[in-house]
DNA sequence: ATCTGTGAAGCACTTCACAGCG
DNA sequence: CGCTGTGAAGTGCTTCACAGAT
């Protein structure tokens, strides 16, 4: 069956609210409650959860800790994923320090970068390869995910060399609007971008609250 | 007229590659061009352009310097825009220090941070303030936007108070699901959340390409 | 001839409302 | 009686297709 990719977005924030749940020792919990901590509906998140399976209990509700691994299996996150970041400037080195991804399973295994000062480098225990690299590097310890964090100029080239090397999931972090062939992924992790949306709303609603 | 939010988290795409245009020295583009370059389509890019006005010319296109200029003042990036941030941490510094927001008229003018360890220490030109002082201070030297980088457990008081202090849009850096009521624009920055989406897709398409 | 602007058609997502299980 | 799972209805967004302007 093919999923609508809105649910796929929600579903890492329903095993959000579950791990939060499952911490408090909550055994059971009712798509009402889980909507009214997530700002979404009951109705929306039975659907949701209806295109996998039948989870919960009429009655009753749902198992936290039996629906979280359920969900963590559909979204494969019962497995580590592999990094490599390009771009180990400020932001780069920002990225490699970030603490949250490693307990959710998501590891930085290479660093690349094009400035030849900086290869060579040894930055939390990985020694940052020339981008030329690339793509003998990755074939012969290849990963799951790329993280871009090089200047707007040379971005494009830089997610062509990943899709070229095979990387099929992509978080750019660069603030251009990059292409990228059907069946890679790719996700703008940009700051600026949110920020230029939200201002639209602020300009046209004046006054407190 | 009500605008789908849709077709407002387009509009800072259409601006970032029509300054990419403007920066090239183009004077014209059509929606074929726009839209090959974004990944949206032609049709897709005109019905948008249209909820706010007429800005194309038939049989030419759109002057690009002219219909960037709309858009900015649409989204109102025409003018500078005040951010307060909560939370100057390892990831606090790494935004505080961050130099994509100035050149499009984002501005950190206040940090604040729960920890007394941090409060009175000078970082970007600024006093860290204490997390308690953030009803004075920001009712003294209101922000536009708020951003949120403490821990997931403080997250959600965090944003409670700054929604009691008036600010209505919050760029929130913690791994939490957090609620904010009607009215306040909140947008999640947070890379494992997009990463745990695409790899879904990841997991279901096995095999090179 | 080319490319916009836009009603109308089509598609995708959300919400409703209720049968049925615990 | 509470709460899930789900067809059906409703809503909102996208794409089509073409009249009209240059």
Not at 26 to 36: P, W
Not at 42 to 70: C, M, T, W
Not at 71 to 85: E, K, N, P, V
Request: proline share 6%; aromatic share 6%.
């Amino acid at each position: 069956m093919e999923i609508p990719p809105v649910v796929i977005d929600r579903l890492p924030l329903y095993t959000r609210a579950l791990s939060a749940l499952e911490s408090e020792a909550r055994e059971v919990v009712s798509s009402q409650e889980l909507g009214t901590r997530l700002g979404v509906t009951p109705a929306q998140i039975r659907k949701d959860l209806s295109y996998f399976g039948r989870f919960g209990k009429q009655g009753r509700g749902y198992n936290v800790h039996k629906l979280l691994d359920e969900l963590q299996r559909i979204l494969g996150l019962d497995r580590q994923w592999r990094m490599a970041l390009v771009g180990v400037g400020k932001l780069g080195r920002a990225i490699l320090g970030y603490e949250g991804f490693t307990p959710q399973g998501f590891r930085i295994v290479q660093a690349f970068d094009t400035d030849p000062k900086r290869v060579g480098e040894q930055l939390n225990g990985l020694t940052v390869k020339s981008a030329d690299e690339l793509e003998s590097a990755l074939s012969a310890n290849p990963v799951d995910v790329g993280i871009v964090a090089v200047p707007a100029e040379i971005a494009q080239s830089v997610i062509n060399t990943l899709v070229k090397c095979g990387v099929r999931a992509i978080l750019n972090y660069a603030p251009i609007a990059a292409q990228v062939p059907r069946g890679v992924h790719l996700k703008r992790i940009e700051p600026v971008l949110a920020l230029q949306s939200m201002t639209y709303y602020l300009k046209n609603s004046r006054g407190p609250a």
